[in-house]
C-alpha cells in the first residue's frame, strides 16, 4: 500500500507486480533459418520440436493476430485416436501418446483429461461401421470398446437411451484415453517452451508474400518488412490457400466456418465427451462447468469467422435429443472459425513443388487432438526435407495418385 | 444467415438454399487424354480465394433450380446472382 500525498491510496498501488511473460515477443530480424507462417497450436508445437528434436532454434514463428487466437482459440478442446484407417490412426495415436506425457515434457499443466469419448451409433449402419471401426483400432492399437445402451448410461447417466426417440442410442464406441485439454495452455505451453530455446514469437506480423527464385523459397514478405529464409513452414489453417498462393501452389482445399458454443457454468453433469455423427454434434464439459458444444461447418465457402444461426439451432436441436436435461440450459456464447477441409477429410502435410517450402493444412474440423503429433512429424519434414513416415501417407501427391485416406463419416465424426 | 436473392424468387433466408460450390467447372471434353494430374485438378481442386467468388446455389426449398452467385466470400457480400449458362457478370 502506498499512499499519494493527498494520503489517500493510489489505484492498483497494492497490487501485485505483473507476472513474468511466458515467452519473449520478439522483433523480426531479417532472416532465419526456418520461417513458420501461423502461430497456432500446429505452428507452435512444430518450432517447440524443431528446436528440442532437431537443434534448429533459428526460428521465427509469424502470426497475422496474437499468438493461438485463430482456430486454438476456437475449437472443442477434443482429444481422441479412434479413426478407422490405418495412416489416420498412425499420426493420431502418436499425437495421444505425446498428449500423455505432455504436460511433464512442456513443464506447464494443460488441464489434460483422459475423460474418455462416447461416439453414439443410432442406425444398423451405424453399429456396423462402428464395432467395424472398433475392430480396426484394436489391431492399430488403439483401445476402443464396443458398449451397449446400457453400458452408455453407465459411462454417461445423462444420454437418454430411451428407445421411443426419433434416432435411438444403439450403442456406442468408447475410447477411455480419448479426453479434452484446455486450448489457450497448450498454446501458451509450446509458445513458452519454444521461446525458451530461442525461438522467436512475432505477433501482428501478417505474411503478403512469399519470395520464389529459381523454384526455391527464399523469404516472406510481411507487414513488418520482408524476411529472408531458409525454409518456410506453413500452418495457416483456414488462410492456407492465400498464403500458399503466393508461390503459386494451390492446394484442394475449401475454407469454411465453423461454430461452437457454450452453456452458462453449471455444476458436473457431463463426465466424458460424447459425439454423434447421425445428429451431429459432439459436447463436453469444461473444467470451468460451461457445457462445449461443436456444430457442423457452414455449407458455403467463407472466410469469415462466423457462420449461420440455422447450424446452431440444428447443433441445439441434437443435443436436445440426446441430452433432455440440457433443455434449460442458457447459451453463453458463440463463436466461430474459419477450417480449411480437404477432399478426403485427411490433412495435408508434406513437401510441395517449391523446394523449401512446406504444408500443413487440410485439417478442416479436427486439427486440435493432432497438435502434438503434427508438430512432432512437420518438424522431422521441414529438418530433414523428407516426410516423416507417419505424415508420408498425407503427402500432397495423393490426390494425383489416387491414394486417398478417406475419413469422411470413416472418423466417427461427420466434417 | 445470408439473404440470397434467387433470380426467380427473390430474396429468401439461406435455410430454403443448397450450396454447390464453385461455378464454371466445365467437364473436360476429352476426358481420355488427361493425365493423371489434369485429372485431379478436375476431380479435387477448387477455387478457394478470400474475395469474389463465383458459384453455384440450388434454391431447394422454393423454386428447385439452379442459378450462381458472385459473393465475397471475404465478406459475404452477395454482388450478382445470374442464371445457369449465364457469363460471369463482368462488373462482380
Redesign the interface.
Given at each position: 500500500m502506498s499512499p499519494t500525498t493527498q494520503g489517500r491510496r493510489t489505484p492498483g498501488a497494492d497490487l501485485p507486480d505483473h507476472p513474468g511473460r511466458l515467452w519473449r515477443s520478439a522483433e523480426p530480424k531479417r532472416a532465419y533459418d526456418v520461417v513458420i507462417v501461423g502461430g497456432g497450436g500446429h505452428g507452435l508445437a512444430t518450432a517447440y520440436y524443431l528446436a528440442k528434436n532437431h537443434g534448429i532454434t533459428d526460428i521465427a514463428v509469424l502470426e497475422r493476430g496474437w499468438l493461438a487466437g485463430g482456430n486454438m482459440a476456437r475449437n472443442t478442446t477434443i482429444i481422441r485416436s479412434n479413426y478407422l484407417w490405418d495412416e489416420s490412426a498412425g499420426i493420431y495415436e502418436h499425437a495421444l501418446k505425446l498428449w500423455e506425457g505432455l504436460e511433464e515434457d512442456l513443464g506447464y499443466p494443460l488441464l489434460f483429461s483422459q475423460r474418455g469419448v462416447l461416439n453414439l451409433a443410432h442406425s444398423l449402419q451405424d453399429v456396423r461401421d462402428s464395432v467395424r471401426r472398433v475392430n480396426a483400432n484394436r489391431l492399430n492399437g488403439v483401445d476402443a470398446e464396443w458398449l451397449t445402451p446400457e453400458q452408455v448410461k453407465e459411462v454417461c447417466p445423462i444420454v437418454d437411451i430411451s428407445p421411443d426417440v426419433r434416432y435411438p442410442v444403439l450403442g456406442a464406441t468408447y475410447q477411455p484415453r480419448a479426453g479434452i485439454a484446455k486450448h489457450d495452455y497448450v498454446a501458451w505451453g509450446f509458445a513458452k517452451a519454444a521461446s525458451d530455446l530461442g525461438v522467436d514469437m512475432i505477433e501482428h506480423c501478417e505474411v503478403t508474400g512469399l519470395d520464389v527464385r529459381d523454384g526455391r523459397v527464399t523469404g516472406v514478405r510481411t507487414t513488418r518488412g520482408p524476411i529472408a529464409a531458409g525454409k518456410v513452414a506453413l500452418a495457416a489453417a483456414g488462410?492456407s490457400?492465400?498464403v500458399a498462393g503466393y508461390a503459386g501452389v494451390?492446394?484442394?482445399?475449401?475454407?469454411h466456418p465453423l461454430q461452437a458454443l457454450v452453456s452458462e457454468l453449471l455444476e458436473p453433469v457431463h463426465p466424458t465427451v460424447v459425439m454423434s455423427n447421425a445428429v451431429h454434434v459432439y459436447v463436453s464439459q469444461a473444467h470451468k462447468g460451461e457445457l462445449v458444444m461443436g456444430a457442423g461447418i457452414d455449407?458455403?465457402?467463407?472466410?469469415?469467422q462466423r457462420g449461420?444461426?440455422?447450424i446452431i439451432e440444428r447443433q441445439m436441436s441434437a443435443a436436445l435429443e440426446l441430452f433432455p436435461v440440457f433443455a434449460r440450459a442458457h447459451v453463453l456464447r458463440t463463436w466461430g472459425g474459419v477450417v480449411?477441409v480437404t477432399?478426403d477429410a485427411s490433412p495435408i502435410v508434406g513437401l510441395t513443388h517449391v523446394e523449401n517450402l512446406y504444408v500443413n493444412c487440410g485439417w478442416g474440423t479436427g486439427g486440435f487432438k493432432a497438435t502434438p503429433g503434427v508438430g512432432w512429424c512437420y518438424a522431422h519434414t521441414v529438418a530433414t526435407g523428407e516426410p516423416h513416415p507417419l505424415n508420408a501417407p498425407f503427402s500432397l501427391d495423393r490426390?494425383?495418385?489416387?491414394k486417398l485416406v478417406d475419413e469422411h463419416g470413416a472418423a466417427a465424426v461427420a466434417h | 444467415m445470408l439473404l440470397i436473392p434467387c433470380p426467380w424468387c427473390g430474396p429468401r433466408d439461406e435455410a430454403e438454399f443448397h450450396y454447390g460450390g464453385q461455378a464454371h467447372v466445365a467437364y473436360p471434353e476429352n476426358p481420355a487424354a488427361l493425365s493423371d494430374e489434369e485429372w485431379a485438378r478436375y476431380l479435387f481442386f477448387r477455387d478457394n480465394p478470400k474475395g469474389l467468388f463465383a458459384e453455384r446455389w440450388s434454391h431447394t426449398a422454393g423454386c428447385r433450380r439452379w442459378f450462381n452467385a458472385v459473393r465475397d466470400t471475404a465478406t459475404n457480400e452477395i454482388h450478382a446472382v445470374y442464371r445457369v449458362g449465364e457469363p460471369r457478370p463482368v462488373s462482380a
Open positions: 488462410h490457400s492465400v494451390s492446394l484442394p482445399l475449401q475454407s455449407a458455403a465457402n467463407s472466410y469469415r449461420a444461426f440455422h480449411d477432399p490426390f494425383t495418385t489416387g | -
